[in-house]
């Protein structure tokens, strides 16, 4: 790989940089420096403006040709955005046209400009490139990662025809009057743990310990349909179950509407306080669901403080997602107004000391940056916005939904990683229209698997809440148990939401033996053939490999001489040094 140009464009006129020079043109001086560091190169762009700029576009490029056997990690924009290992031939799939309009606006296809279709791959904050499959024997790796999300998200966008490598900062249009650390990356090459512990190291990073715990959530009653009388109920009946649940949450569908945080809806005649009190007093931690940035068109909030929405250049409120339940269109909340400041402090206070959860879900909070003001860059509001939610939760856990994750690295306690869990298998109409956030349970599974590096490193991890779904077919028990096993090694809240009275004494067993690798440390996960992985970790002291066949086909694996053989959605957990099933 080698350093091909660095591209400054600003008030229309373009500037090409180099590093280690001085920089200095009529409007600008850019502070341009590469150096060594902890195992790689640190790259690193400091602007210093002579008079006010706007900044049309910040990139470096390098010329990197890759072997056909090349493989390429697209993190997605946000938390819920379809993140996987892509192969020469591949590419971040574009959201059909008819769905863009609505879906697009929970992904980057919002953003202007950057490269898609066939032969052109991106990736938000981090990457790794695998060179071939000998490489990914190793676990090797060419890694990029961003070391400074604060001022702006930062994009790596590769060329396949060209075989062009481009780092990009996400600042186009950003209008700056003061001195501003532009890009900062570093490359690094090595193993997959190894790379992420150097760069974490770089970012001073690391959670606070939490331990791994298992938790129930009302997900599965429905957001339209969840009452107090059933969270009671559910409640009683987790109490009375067997299994060690630590964590009690009431889920989406409690408040009037999105917005709407202190008015419990009709289906919750006394509120959501006096059910707090009931969780502790059943020895469980209490959780609440709230969408802090988020605003529902027909919520009282947006109806009497329509100052406080975020507009478009028309001055409408800004549509920010689209969503049935809400009634459509939903806007989001102008961060830097100080009565919505004032008014997430009130609403965070009430929840968290009045009402007295302990542990709070944040959801949708990608809404916040979809309209960065001109001094701002999109990735500087989601920060900053990060910042102040840490503040108003204090003490208490949180856990992040929804999220580009660079902006909570090191600010949230858990982040859920990937989309929400379907009650199938796949979801073949999203599927169809390549929407990169969708309700579908081998791409959230796809996209857990592909974040494993980040997790006890960036944040904790949790993935969607598992459903066991009592009575339903052989296939199904299996997919069931795959999906319950990775949950259990990758994750460190294990959220359930059956109703647990309903579980057979063989699901209660079923899920007290994911309980024993609930807390391993995964060591590695190599795709060893498409959708089927092989994640290895440790547990009390021994050392085990996970196979897991995410197919709907058999599937056969030869490891260590040995023939490993998985029927459609099997798991097999086998010991690593002498492969014997366990």
């Not at 697209?74 to 971040?92: D, F, I, K, P």
């Not at 024997?137 to 961003?146: E, I, K, L, Y």
């Not at 969607?464 to 296939?475: H, I, N, P, T």
């Not at 996960?525 to 002291?541: H, L, M, P, W």
């Amino acid at each position: 790989m080698h350093f091909r140009q660095a591209v400054l464009k600003l008030n229309d006129k373009t500037y090409t940089l180099l590093p280690g020079r001085a920089n200095s043109f009529d409007e600008i001086y850019a502070d341009f420096q590469q150096t060594a560091e902890n195992g790689g190169t640190r790259w690193g762009l400091f602007l210093h403006p002579k008079q006010d700029v706007v900044i049309q576009r910040l990139e470096i490029q390098f010329d990197w040709p890759l072997s056909a056997h090349a493989r390429f990690f697209a993190n997605g924009y946000q938390s819920g955005s379809e993140s996987r290992w892509l192969s020469v031939g591949e590419a971040n799939p574009r959201t059909h046209w008819l769905a863009r309009i609505r879906a697009g606006k929970e992904s980057d296809e919002h953003i202007p400009d950057i490269p898609r279709g066939r032969g052109y791959w991106h990736s938000w904050t981090y990457t790794s490139v695998c060179h071939s499959a000998e490489a990914e024997a190793r676990n090797g790796v060419t890694f990029f990662g961003s070391l400074n999300e604060s001022t702006g998200f930062t994009l790596f966008l590769y060329d396949q025809p060209n075989g062009i490598f481009t780092v990009r900062k996400d600042m186009d249009g950003l209008q700056l009057s003061h001195s501003f650390p532009a890009l900062d990356f570093w490359i690094g090459e090595g193993s997959e743990p190894e790379v992420f512990e150097r760069y974490f190291a770089l970012l001073g990073i690391a959670p606070s310990p939490s331990p791994a715990q298992l938790g129930w959530g009302s997900d599965g009653i429905g957001a339209k349909k969840i009452a107090e009388k059933d969270v009671l109920q559910s409640l009683d009946n987790v109490a009375d179950n067997a299994l060690p649940f630590r964590i009690f949450q009431i889920g989406e569908g409690w408040q009037a509407d999105m917005g709407d945080w202190l008015l419990p809806n009709e289906r919750f005649p006394n509120g959501v306080g006096h059910i707090a009190q009931k969780i502790k007093e059943k020895g469980m931690m209490p959780s609440l669901w709230l969408a802090p940035f988020a605003v529902a068109k027909n919520s009282i909030l947006s109806k009497k403080h329509p100052n406080w929405l975020l507009k478009n250049a028309k001055g409408a409120p800004l549509k920010v997602g689209w969503s049935r339940k809400y009634g459509g269109w939903y806007h989001a909340l102008d961060f830097y107004n100080n009565e919505v400041r004032n008014h997430l402090g009130g609403v965070f206070h009430q929840v968290l000391e009045q009402w007295g959860f302990e542990v709070i879900r944040l959801d949708y909070l990608f809404a916040v940056c979809a309209a960065p003001p001109p001094g701002k860059a999109r990735g500087q509001v989601m920060h900053e916005a990060m910042e102040f939610l840490k503040k108003l939760t204090g003490n208490k856990k949180s856990i992040a939904c929804g999220v580009p994750l660079g902006a909570v690295f090191g600010l949230v306690d858990y982040c859920r990683l990937g989309g929400e869990v379907h009650r199938g298998w796949d979801n073949r109409l999203q599927t169809l229209l390549s929407l990169r956030k969708r309700a579908d349970t081998l791409t959230s599974l796809r996209s857990s698997l592909g974040h494993w590096p980040l997790i006890g490193r960036a944040f904790h991890d949790v993935l969607d809440v598992f459903s066991l779904e009592a009575g339903q077919s052989k296939r199904t028990l299996e997919l069931q148990y795959t999906s319950l096993t990775i949950h259990a090694l990758l994750g460190s809240l294990l959220f359930n939401r059956d109703k647990i009275e309903r579980f057979t004494p063989e699901q209660i067993a079923e899920v007290e033996a994911s309980l024993d690798w609930l807390g391993s440390r995964v060591t590695q996960v190599i795709e060893a053939k498409k959708d089927v992985f092989q994640i290895c970790f440790e547990n009390g002291g021994a050392h085990f490999c996970a196979y897991c066949n995410l197919t709907t086909k058999p599937r056969i694996l030869t490891q260590d001489a040995e023939i490993v053989e998985l029927m459609p959605f099997e798991t097999l957990v086998l010991t690593q040094t002498n492969n014997k099933k366990q």
